[in-house]
């Protein structure tokens, strides 16, 4: 080596930092450059003269390196950056970047091959170290877009279930401000009577339970008085009771009050709209006139409080609420249901638990409290001060039949009232039985009679001898009523 190549070539080799390897043309080891020992851990005699590839023990036999030195290099001057990963007994794993010069003879052979050696395994493990981090954050916040995606439609539904709730709190408030008008509270239940009583008590047994209620009686009882009394003793009492008349519109309205409907469903909707099932979700809806629904949407009422379940309308989405339902109705539904007007099924749902509202006359003892009370009342409001009911007077409102009950008995003293000029009462009304039935007819007395003992007969529900019996309203003892009916040809359905 000495002779070829002098000791300035040394001299250069030892002054590059990085491992340098001299080769022959046949890839044994010429010379390397004390970076090379000290780096690979070899000593000057164990590498020169030998094949590179047998360095070390044959840890060089590396085939990136021989792919390089005897097939890329044949054909090629210089390599640079020729990167080459390879596993060291003596050193471990090292990722190094090969540059590689081909020195020629004047005849152009291969004199010398130099490989230079960059040890770039700390380098490259940080790069890939990072490009690892940059790959996990990538895929972090990957998950984390898909993550903000789906809050954003949760936060979409929950703004939706906000609006509706929403919605569903203004038509509450509009039936609270009814309600404040209306000062309403038990108490306002005016009645002594043991039928009066016998009905708080049915109250009082049935507001705690979630039971639907059905409230029977004439017109002006006072049903939807004890539809509030239930309300107001149930859990539901701090929010509205929510209250539809089945009566007040004509059937194709009442079905888009009562579920509701989308904008578009129909003409005039022009936007979404809940509907009673929905504002009365989690209160009562009380049911005004429930003999009135129509037929066609008696399968829709019995599928909301079979199941909870209904459509609003111009929707295929389900709604479910969680609703008390009180219904109340001066009709016999019973005999409805005969008639074929009535759907039994929806009768027996609703019938569970029936209460039904005396008829004035039937508690005639509660008539002088109602007209303390509405005396009071009524002249409080109209800011007059009558204190003073003549015997003959509460005579005349106690015998009195009240067919229109206490809302006729309301009326007949607002008017006597106002037109009384004193601290005494003075009665305007006449207070007889209506008679037009019989004028300008031509029906016969046995008719007349015949309708009138059927309309009693239904509404005690047949029962013709003992309290609140038929024969008890007409005044007739039970044998006459019998014998009358076989004469008028009434039989019992
Ligand atoms: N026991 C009572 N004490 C005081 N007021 C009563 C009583 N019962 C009814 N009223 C009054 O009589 C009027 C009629 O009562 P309500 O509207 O509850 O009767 P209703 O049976 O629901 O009538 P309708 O069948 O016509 O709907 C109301 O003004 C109500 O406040």
């Known amino acids: 080596m000495g002779k070829a190549y ?16 001299v080769l022959d ?19 000057p005699k164990q590498t020169e003269g030998v094949l590179i590839y047998d360095l070390g023990n044959r840890q060089w036999d590396i085939p990136k390196l ?28 090292k990722i190094m970047h090969l540059n590689a010069r081909r020195i020629y003879t004047e005849e152009n052979h291969t ?3 130099l490989l230079a050696i960059e040890d770039v395994t700390d380098r490259e493990y940080y790069k890939r170290n990072l490009e690892d981090i940059v790959e996990k954050r990538t895929a972090e916040l990957r998950i984390a877009r898909e993550e903000a995606l789906n809050s954003k439609h949760v936060a979409e539904n929950a703004l939706e279930k906000i609006k509706c709730l929403k919605d569903q709190l203004e038509a509450e408030r509009a039936y609270l401000q009814e309600e404040i008008k209306l000062e309403f509270n038990h108490e306002n239940i005016i009645g002594r009577s043991n039928e009066i009583k016998y009905v708080f008590y049915k109250v009082e047994q049935i507001a705690a339970a979630d039971t639907n209620v059905l409230v029977l009686g004439e017109t002006g ?3 939807e008085l004890v539809a509030r009394a239930i309300h107001g003793l149930s859990s539901s009492k701090d929010r509205a009771l929510v209250k539809m008349n089945c009566a007040a519109l004509p059937s194709n309205l009442i079905e888009s009050e009562l579920f509701g409907h989308e904008k578009g469903a129909f003409t005039n909707a022009y936007s979404r709209r809940l509907g009673r099932f929905e504002i009365a ?11 009135e629904l129509p037929l066609d949407l008696q399968p829709k009422l ?5 199941t909870g379940e209904f459509e609003r309308l111009g929707s295929s989405e389900t709604i479910k609420v969680d609703v008390r339902i009180i ?5 016999n539904l019973e005999a409805e249901v005969r008639k074929g007007t009535f759907r039994e099924d929806l009768w027996y749902r609703l019938n569970i638990f029936p209460i039904t509202m005396p008829p004035l006359r039937e508690r005639r003892e509660d008539i002088p409290l109602l007209v303390d009370y509405f005396i009071d009342k009524i002249s409080k409001r109209l800011g007059k001060s009558i204190n003073l009911v003549p015997v003959n007077v509460m005579n005349t409102l106690r015998n009195y039949h009240w067919p229109g009950n206490i809302r006729e008995l309301e009326n007949v003293l607002e008017r006597a009232v106002i037109n009384s000029s004193g601290p005494k009462l003075h009665l305007v009304d006449e207070l007889k039985k209506p008679n037009k039935d019989l004028t300008n007819t031509n029906r016969t007395l046995a008719h007349v009679e015949r309708e009138y003992i059927l309309r009693v007969l239904e509404q005690t529900q047949w029962k013709v001898s003992g309290n609140n019996s038929a024969s008890e309203i007409l005044g007739l003892e039970r044998s006459t009523l019998r014998a009358r009916m076989r004469k008028l040809d009434i039989h019992k359905p």
């Open 6 to 21: 002098p000791d300035i070539f040394d001299s250069i080799l030892g002054s590059i930092r990085e491992p340098v390897v």
């Open 111 to 113: 004199q010398l091959i």
């Open 25 to 43: 043309p046949d890839l044994k080891v010429i010379k390397a450059n004390p970076s090379f020992y000290d780096t690979f851990n070899v000593n």
């Open 66 to 93: 021989k792919e390089l030195l005897e097939e890329i290099l044949p054909q090629n001057t210089k390599l640079n950056d020729f990167e080459v990963e390879h596993h060291f007994e003596s050193i471990g794993r």
């Open 281 to 291: 979700n989690g209160t009562t809806l009380f049911l005004d006139e429930i003999g």
């Open 302 to 306: 019995l599928q909301v409080i079979e």
């Open 327 to 331: 219904a109340a109705t001066n009709r």
């Open 221 to 223: 009882t006072g049903k």
